[in-house]
């Protein structure tokens, strides 16, 4: 009972959050509406048993790069004039939710057939699921090398992000 | 409603994802703000990562042939870093593009020289 509830609770803001992100003129409304979207999916995480995925929903998108999109808006510092006239016209609105509804009647349909029933299998229950210690031996043992060129992935991303934006080394 | 949600939780999970991903690719196709595109990237990927969660909490196979549901969850910590260093690098693109155009609008990058 109170997994639905949470679930139509997080959904719903998730949903609604995420439109807020592309309805909003000004980008800085976005932004914060972006981190609440990404707020109520950590909240969806720990309902699919993520625990440790949720927390670092939390801290590297509501953290870190919420940060950074923040930062680029302020620092752009957009005019009224800059930001364009709103062009979310009556016809744009009507097709966003013709698409979404279009979006959730075919996948609804189109999954049926997989999960005809009540899911067979439920690692929910199974233990330590998605706890930092399971993840960790699956990240650690498993996956090592990918794990490793992520870092490197990073220290790249961080040298181009100074180099692109400096202009003049 | 209650046993509507148990005999369909999996769905619901997934319409959910798809429907997210929907409202970041209206927000990539209907805005112009460069900003706000990125932002939609940003939805589209965890609309991606909810997919794989969905998926590794209510398989369709008893045993997975990785020996491990929890790969799923390894994938989406390197999607969360490649995302993160995607945010950092476009970001970084969009600021070098406003100073030789100042404009962030997607209509005015016509030209790839700057």
Redesign the interface.
Known sequence: ?A??IL?YVF?AG??FA??Q??LWRN?IY??VS?VG??FF?AG??VL???H??AI??IL??AG??MV??VF??M??N?KEE???EQ??TAF?FIG?LA??AA??II??KA??P??P????????HLRD??TVR??G???YL??VL?FEL?SL??L???V???V??K?KI | MEEFFHAHQAQHYLVLAALLFALGAAGVVIRRNAIIVLMSIELMLNAVNLTFLAFARFPLVQNSPMGNFQHAHAAVFFVIAVAAAEAAVGLAIIIAVFRSRTSVNVDEFDVLKL
């Open positions: 009972m997994e639905m679930f959904a998730v949903l995420g439109a992100v592309i980008p976005g932004a972006l979207s990404f999916l969806v995480y699919l048993a993520a440790l995925i670092l929903q590297v998108y870190a790069v950074l999109f680029v808006i620092l752009l957009l800059e930001l364009g062009r979310l744009k966003l698409v979404l979006t959730a996948s609804w999954l049926g997989a999960y029933g009540a899911p067979l299998h439920d690692n929910a699921f998605g399971e993840v031996k699956v990240l498993a996956s990918p992520t992935l990073l790249v991303a961080i181009a992000a100074v692109v934006a202009g």
